[in-house]
T-cell receptor, first 112, second 115 residues
């Protein structure tokens, strides 16, 4: 199984950029890296996904170095509503493929 | 489009009993995955179904099983419940069947408490 490691928690202030790194040393060739956001009493919600280099969408950027053994989720100008737990997910499902592995989650607290 | 729905939302059982949880994916989605979430172990992958076939399974004992019907709805069953099975069970659906490669849409979960 892919093993993933994330910081347990991070603190930030409104308007700042937040970078959360996930370590996934034994990522396999076919594995994708996906980040999810979870609020209390809700299921995780998709943020962004990538395979290599950099991916950007309307809410975040994802940086993946050439060796793909880590990835960094970047949230520009966070607001109070970004307070949540963020998970990285590594793997790809499908017959004969490895199981999907979530990181332990990073609890982001945004202060005013 | 309606989201992923899970029933029941809350459930209380006693040790030794069995339980069946249900998940209805987003219309048109053919892949359904199940996850267990606990404070101690975090989010753990249980299994994935695509077109009524189990395609992948996480590291859980045989007491955990599932199935998918022709309409893509899925059920998971836990037999001989243990206290440690108390958790939030999340279901996620995906349109193209490759959960790690495509966005998964999660339901709100079923909170199972084993007494």
């Amino acid at each position: 199984l892919a093993k993933t490691t994330q910081p347990i928690s991070m603190d930030s202030y409104e308007g700042q950029e937040v970078n959360i790194t996930c370590s996934h040393n034994n990522i396999a060739t076919n594995d994708y890296i996906t980040w999810y956001q979870q609020f209390p009493s809700q299921g995780p919600r998709f943020i962004i996904q990538g395979y290599k280099t950099k991916v950007t969408n309307e809410v975040a950027s994802l940086f993946i170095p050439a060796d793909r053994k880590s990835s960094t989720l970047s949230l520009p100008r966070v607001s109070l509503s970004d307070t949540a737990v963020y998970y990285c997910l590594v793997g790809v499902s499908g017959t004969g493929r490895r199981a999907l592995t979530f990181g332990s989650g990073t609890r982001l607290q945004v202060q005013p | 489009k309606a989201g992923v729905t899970q029933t029941p939302r809350y459930l209380i059982k006693t040790r030794g009993q069995q339980v069946t949880l249900s998940c209805s994916p987003i219309s048109g989605h053919r892949s359904v995955s199940w996850y267990q979430q606990t404070p101690g172990q975090g989010l753990q992958f249980l299994f994935e179904y695509f077109s009524e076939t189990q395609r992948n399974k996480g590291n859980f004992p045989g007491r955990f099983s599932g199935r998918q019907f022709s309409n893509s709805r899925s059920e998971m069953n836990v037999s001989t419940l243990e206290l440690g099975d108390s958790a939030l069970y999340l279901c996620a659906s995906s349109p193209l069947g490759r959960g790690g490669e495509n966005e998964q849409f999660f339901g709100p979960g079923t909170r199972l408490t084993v007494l």
